[in-house]
């Protein structure tokens, strides 16, 4: 099966440091690929080249063969992207948003009204097309993002952080939904710190450390690999750290007073 995405070689970062020091590699249609490691490794940095906010120094990335630099809008409309921080625009209410994202990714307005109505409802936002964003709870923002990321129908999803402020209830909605994408032949790459959703439902796993690659496979090879029984410890082993227990208890003496000096 041909790749739809290609990294090769990527170097990148920011003016004076380099983040990424020559990660490749490739996803094919239908994977949920996992993005893991500690802050700084370079996930968001990895994401944000290959979605075009940040240039490479070196290397190359494609998608379904076509480069950022060949055509950014043709390169752009291939995928979606959710962020972290759901940041939208304070001055355009709900269906602003929507339709300004509807108008980005050139959808027929017949087809954006039949996507937008019952996208609302199942995220239960349908009340709220006439509201600003100040009156949104960053699960509802994120909300918002989702349902925009979802409305031109792409073929690979990039999610960085995306249940952050969401609901237990909605949570676990984006967690079948994602796997419901995936048999549909979408792709998805998500990076996140919880290890214990990465588990279940990425069907492989690429571990960062350093900016470099250190294990990519699935789960149940990378628990080979290690000998450890869950995402969570095979994280620790491949990451050198096993000192989260000493450090904890350091931290609860410090606030205690335990651990202050006599």
């Given at each position: 099966?041909?790749?739809?995405?290609?990294?090769?070689?990527?170097?990148?970062?920011?003016?004076?440091?380099?983040?990424?020091?020559?990660?490749?590699?490739?996803?094919?249609?239908?994977?949920?690929?996992?993005l893991i490691g500690l802050n700084g490794a370079g996930k968001s940095t990895a994401i944000k080249h290959v979605i075009g906010l940040m240039e490479p120094k070196k290397g190359s990335i494609s998608i379904n063969g076509k480069t950022f630099q060949e055509n950014p809008e043709t390169y752009r409309k291939q995928f979606?992207?959710?962020?972290?921080?759901?940041?939208?625009?304070?001055?355009?209410?709900?269906?602003?948003?929507?339709?300004?994202?509807?108008?980005?990714?050139?959808?027929?307005?017949?087809?954006?009204?039949?996507?937008?109505?019952?996208?609302?409802?199942?995220?239960?936002?349908?009340?709220?097309?006439?509201?600003?964003?100040?009156?949104?709870?960053?699960?509802?923002?994120?909300?918002?993002?989702?349902?925009?990321?979802?409305?031109?129908?792409?073929?690979?999803?990039?999610?960085?952080?995306?249940?952050?402020?969401?609901?237990?209830?909605?949570?676990?909605?984006?967690?079948?939904?994602?796997?419901?994408?995936?048999?549909?032949?979408?792709?998805?790459?998500?990076?996140?710190?919880?290890?214990?959703?990465?588990?279940?439902?990425?069907?492989?796993?690429?571990?960062?450390?350093?900016?470099?690659?250190?294990?990519?496979?699935?789960?149940?090879?990378?628990?080979?690999?290690?000998?450890?029984?869950?995402?969570?410890?095979?994280?620790?082993?491949?990451?050198?750290?096993?000192?989260?227990?000493?450090?904890?208890?350091?931290?609860?003496?410090?606030?205690?007073?335990?651990?202050?000096?006599?």
């Open positions: 099966m041909s790749s739809l995405l290609n990294i090769e070689n990527l170097v990148g970062g920011y003016t004076q440091k380099n983040v990424l020091h020559g990660i490749s590699f490739d996803v094919r249609p239908n994977e949920i690929v996992g979606s992207y959710i962020p972290e921080m759901p940041v939208l625009y304070e001055e355009l209410t709900l269906y602003e948003h929507l339709r300004l994202t509807a108008m980005a990714y050139d959808i027929p307005e017949d087809v954006f009204e039949k996507r937008m109505e019952p996208l609302l409802k199942e995220f239960r936002l349908e009340k709220k097309l006439k509201w600003f964003p100040v009156h949104f709870s960053k699960g509802m923002r994120q909300k918002v993002l989702i349902i925009s990321s979802l409305l031109h129908n792409p073929d690979l999803i990039f999610l960085d952080e995306p249940l952050s402020g969401l609901d237990a209830n909605s949570v676990m909605v984006i967690k079948d939904m994602l796997e419901a994408l995936a048999n549909q032949g979408k792709t998805i790459f998500y990076s996140s710190h919880i290890m214990d959703v990465v588990e279940k439902i990425s069907n492989r796993i690429v571990l960062l450390v350093n900016g470099q690659i250190a294990a990519d496979g699935s789960f149940d090879d990378l628990k080979e690999q290690s000998k450890a029984g869950s995402l969570e410890s095979i994280f620790n082993q491949l990451t050198g750290f096993d000192e989260h227990k000493e450090t904890a208890e350091k931290i609860v003496s410090i606030v205690t007073g335990d651990g202050q000096d006599e």
